[in-house]
């Protein structure tokens, strides 16, 4: 089976500008999991998705949105960028059941200049 | 605030010796504790994981302990090897999706 798929790998944005990130979940994976990581406050949780149902989300600013798709692929919107979103940020598929392993992609690096 | 507290920051270990990781917790919610391992360029990836009615857990050179009394977990490494060195993350959940991470160890194995 594929892993975790992000697109893009890499981006370089400036500032006020706004980003799309996307995540293909492993093949019946139905939740899909975001997660913002820098080295300063680690591996926070954005907001998770199941069935293109929001169940879950951190405490992050509305600047940061999400979406999930009826197959199960997610993006994940940044409007209106600041330097402080630069970091690494990491989807994780699961089946979508409590306490259910997630799998994450290798993540999307994102430079804010 | 770090709901999930982990330290070391950062341990080194000769080849085949035992690395230690702990971690520890307020929230009694939490009922789902894993480890991941992340190497760098790498997402994490799930190690091994405990449920809170469990004491103990094993999974070839890695261990998990659990004191529910404690709000404490920790890691065991045994017979650490070169190819473990990597930084290794504790968490805990308590919901869907929501994993709360440890701020992480960076495990350096020496030869």
């Known amino acids: 089976k594929a892993g975790v798929t992000q697109t893009p790998r890499y981006l370089i944005k400036t500032r006020g500008q706004q980003v799309t990130l996307s995540c293909s979940p492993i093949s019946g994976h139905r939740s899909v999991s975001w997660y913002q990581q820098t080295p300063g406050q680690g591996l926070q949780f954005l907001f998770e998705y199941f069935s293109e149902t929001q169940r879950n989300k951190g405490n992050f600013p509305g600047r940061f949105s999400g979406r999930q798709f009826s197959n199960s692929r997610s993006e994940m919107n940044v409007s209106t960028l600041e330097l402080g979103d630069s970091a690494l940020y990491l989807c994780?598929?699961?089946?979508?059941?409590?306490?259910?392993?997630?799998?994450f992609g290798p993540g999307t690096r994102l430079l804010v200049l | 605030q770090q709901q999930v507290k982990q330290s070391p920051q950062s341990l080194i270990v000769q080849k085949g010796g035992i690395s230690i990781i702990n971690c520890a917790y307020e929230n009694t919610a939490f009922d789902y504790f894993p480890w991941y391992q992340q190497f760098p360029g790498k997402g994490p990836a799930l190690l091994i994981a405990i449920r809170p009615d469990v004491s103990e857990k094993k999974e070839g050179r890695f261990t998990i302990s659990f004191n529910k009394s404690a709000k404490q977990f920790s890691l065991h490494i045994m017979d650490s090897q070169p190819g473990d060195s990597a930084t290794y993350f504790c968490?805990?959940?308590?919901?869907?999706?929501?994993?709360?991470f440890g701020a992480g160890t960076q495990v350096v194995v020496t030869p």
């Open positions: 968490a805990a959940s308590t919901a869907w999706g929501k994993l709360q």
């Open positions: 994780a598929s699961s089946l979508g059941g409590d306490q259910e392993t997630q799998y």
